[in-house]
Structure formats: C-alpha cells, structure tokens
C-alpha cells in the first residue's frame, strides 16, 4: 500500500523517529559492511524520481536532488513551464500519466490541495 508523506501528520511519531534514525545511519555508513554498502546506502537503484517545483525553492530542490542522487536514483525535472499543467492537462490526468513513468515524485506547489489532488490520482509515491 502506497504512503504518501504530504504533511507531517501523515506519519506518526515512530515513523518519523525511525526516518530520522535511517537518514544518521546512510549518511554516516557505519549500518554497513563494505560488501553491501553500495545495495544498503542506495536503496533507489535503478528508480526514476520526479521533481514538479510550481514554486522555486533552490534550497528545496538541490537537497533533494542531491539526496535523490546519494541514494543511487534519478531525478526527473518538470519544470512547470514545459509540462501541460500550464496547458490544459489536469492534475489527475497528469498523476496518472507520471505514475506510469516514474518510481515517485517530489511536489512543491502554491496550493496544497493541487498535491492532494495528485497523490489521490498517482500510483506512485508523492512526497511534499
């Protein structure tokens, strides 16, 4: 079952303590021999995620494609100027469609009810 992580109240006090927990552990590598340090501190292997900032963030944004990077994924740029968001498309069309392409996908937008709409219609993960 997917888990969409759109506001903090999404996860309880225990999944956020054991994020918390898992992010000290990747970044520090001592949770790994050296033989599974690449399968361990790179759990997004081969995955594809996607980055829609409605809203510029440079801070946002490079942290996670840094982060998206580190832990051995893709990341995908929609940049809002070159989707067909601006053009017609819905944000449920366009869910589904991304859903089909990507592993997950990184949303920052003006209203939080277009990221609620797009986790509703998405088969893929929606992190805000």
């Known amino acids: 079952m997917k888990k969409d ?9 225990e999944e956020i303590n054991a994020v918390l927990d898992r992010a000290s552990e990747l970044k520090s590598g001592k ?12 759990p997004l292997i081969g995955k594809s995620i996607g ?12 942290s ?3 982060g998206i990077y580190q832990l051995g994924a893709q990341a995908v740029d929609i940049s809002p100027g ?3 968001l601006g053009r017609g498309e819905t944000i449920e069309d366009t869910a589904k ?10 949303i920052r937008t003006f209203a939080h009810d277009t ?3 797009f986790a509703k219609n998405a088969s893929i993960l929606v992190i805000n």
Do not use: N, P
Request: charged share 25%; glycine share 2%.
């Open 82 to 84: 070159e989707s067909q």
């Open 64 to 66: 996670f494609q840094t």
């Open 51 to 62: 980055l829609f900032f409605e809203k510029a963030s440079t801070r946002t944004r490079i």
């Open 115 to 117: 990221i609620v709409k």
């Open 31 to 42: 949770d790994v021999s050296a033989r599974d340090r690449v399968v361990s501190t790179c």
């Open 5 to 13: 992580f759109l506001t903090l109240r999404d996860l309880s006090v």
């Open 97 to 106: 469609v991304l859903s089909r392409y990507l592993h997950g996908i990184v």
